[in-house]
């Protein structure tokens, strides 16, 4: 199952974050997910995989995308 978290979310979605590696919270931080959540408007969502109630995986998608930046860093083809 997908969903759409909002600011409202309850501490199981944390884990999906703190599960992950040191890595990941050195670069960016012990409070990543949290902000990341917070972020939440109408142009950037984070949608949550569920699998028997439990959440694991987050997805951050955003309806502001620069093309040029892109076509600069990947190989988009005709994409306008």
Do not use: C, W
Not at 12 to 18: G, P, R
């Amino acid at each position: 199952m997908f969903y759409i978290l909002d600011i409202f979310y309850n501490t199981k979605h944390s884990l999906i974050y703190q599960n992950e590696s040191d890595q990941l919270k050195q670069f960016y931080g012990d409070f990543f997910f949290t902000e990341l959540i917070e972020s939440v408007d109408r142009h950037h969502k984070v949608l949550v995989a569920d699998f028997n109630d439990k959440p694991v995986g987050a997805m951050s998608v955003t309806s502001n995308i620069s093309i040029d930046l892109l076509r600069k860093t990947h190989h988009i083809g005709h994409l306008k």
